[in-house]
């Protein structure tokens, strides 16, 4: 496929550099969201349907933060415990675990924490990724973790990234406690029409392709097919050029789009 359309690259994989990334109106204000977070030691929780970009956008505000001033600390564990929290935090920190109980973990992450912030003048930021998964204890202790100065203060920000489930958790009244504290909240909705073609176009480009590949009637089908949900975007665009390439087409139209759906994606 790459030589047959003249690619550089494969344009629908997710292995793709941050600041080649289609950042939409959506996503800008999530991105400045997210930033305000960090910016101000708050709590956030982000959500959005798989495969709507959640990851992607976390990816892209970590390229674009001074990590300098913010470093973060990076977690997605769909069996994440508090014990194995704490000892990820710490490893990703560059800290020799002498004891791994629980108890000790915590003591020392808030230490580290604390010397991050008074004497290196740096805000650290926590991000935990797939939070849909995340247990009761565990979210529990995560509302410990924000308790500072008898919970008066907190020295880090903390970002909880997930499905949107995890509105449906937070909402539930065993989890007010957690859900009082969160400052900053944010639902990551799939694209727009436009939306769709402007990341089509995007993606092409970084293959190192200016000429349309797909017909507007092939963007159409995409975007209806795929809700606007960026993964499968993806998956149809990858399905729609291989087929092209197996008929002899240089041009992506709706019938061959519609093909793919039919035969290769709906089972």
């Not at 933060?65 to 913010?70: A, E, G, S």
């Not at 004497?119 to 009761?136: A, F, G, I, Y």
């Amino acid at each position: 496929m790459l030589s047959y359309y003249q690619f550089k690259q494969a344009p629908f994989d997710k292995a793709i550099a941050p600041q080649n990334l289609f950042i939409s109106g959506i996503h800008e204000e999530a991105v400045s969201r997210m930033e305000y977070t960090i910016q101000g030691n708050r709590f956030a929780v982000l959500t959005g349907d798989s495969g709507s970009g959640k990851s992607t956008l976390i990816r892209y505000l970590v390229e674009n933060m001074d990590k300098n001033k913010y470093p973060i600390y990076y977690i997605s564990d769909s069996d994440l415990t508090p014990r194995n929290f704490y000892w990820e935090i710490l490893n990703q920190m560059g800290c020799t675990i002498k004891k791994f109980y629980r108890g000790d973990a915590k003591r020392q992450m808030h230490k580290e924490i604390w010397q991050l912030v008074t004497e290196k003048n740096k805000t650290p930021v926590l991000v935990v990724d797939e939070s849909h998964l995340l247990s009761r204890e565990m979210l529990e202790e995560i509302r410990f973790l924000l308790n500072f100065r008898m919970d008066s203060y907190s020295p880090l920000s903390l970002i909880l990234v997930g499905q949107s489930e995890l509105r449906d958790t937070l909402s539930k009244q065993v989890y007010e406690a957690i859900s009082q504290r969160v400052q900053v909240r944010y639902h990551l909705s799939p694209f727009e029409r436009k939306d769709t073609e402007g990341y089509i176009r995007k993606h092409l480009e970084n293959a190192g392709r200016s000429l349309e590949l797909f017909s507007d009637a092939a963007i159409d089908v995409i975007h209806e097919y795929t809700g606007g949900i960026a993964r499968k975007i993806n998956n149809v665009c990858t399905a729609g050029l291989l087929y092209g390439m197996n008929q002899k087409r240089r041009v992506i139209d709706d019938h061959m789009i519609n093909h793919v759906i039919e035969m290769e994606l709906t089972w």
